[in-house]
């Protein structure tokens, strides 16, 4: 072989490996949400100055390197594991003011590094029992079609746990 074939050879690969750096970076880049779901959360003090209980909190944080803007907070619940893979929710909740007090804060450009607080009030007449671990909640942005969720776990049991409570 000539030269000029190990510096093709040589050049071929070079150009190889930069195609796929730059295939790992397009991938790699743009917002990357990350959603945190917390069923049962208390308010104490604030605007009113009555407690709530109840209160399900959504955090999303964007650890990537774009913005993008959050369109509104949803609740989903899938009967299957079929059904969640599908996207085919059961049933749909939106909550198009997701605050416990104040003006809209939705639409929302979540930058890169930065979070955002949702809440939801309970609806004991819409749903029964969001801890029975049949629920999704989580965020919908314009980045993409399908939502970030995150599941809300089933209420584990505490009976008994504060027995020993009362002698102290």
């Given at each position: 072989m000539e030269a000029a074939s190990w510096i093709a050879i040589y050049a071929a690969i070079v150009a190889t490996g930069?195609?796929?750096?730059e295939v790992r970076r397009w991938f790699e880049s743009g917002p990357k949400i990350y959603v945190n779901a917390?069923?049962?959360m208390i308010i104490l003090g604030g605007e009113n100055s009555d407690d709530e209980s109840g209160i399900l909190l959504v955090t999303a944080y964007n650890r990537g390197d774009r913005n993008t803007t959050i369109t509104h907070m949803i609740v989903f619940r899938y009967d299957n594991i079929v059904s969640r893979i599908k996207c085919k929710p059961?049933?749909?909740?939106?909550?198009?003011?997701p605050q416990v007090s104040g003006p809209p804060i939705i639409?929302?450009?979540?930058?890169?590094?930065?979070?955002?607080?949702?809440a939801a009030r309970p609806?004991?007449?819409l749903i029964k029992d969001i801890e029975n671990g049949e629920y999704w909640a989580g965020v919908q942005t314009t980045n993409r079609a399908r939502p970030y969720l995150k599941h809300i776990p089933k209420r584990k049991s505490i009976d008994g746990a504060l027995k020993g409570a009362k002698n102290i």
């Open positions: 930069a195609f796929a750096l917390s069923p049962g059961v049933e749909n909740f939106i909550i198009p003011h639409p929302y450009e979540l930058k890169a590094g930065a979070q955002w607080l949702g609806r004991p007449d």
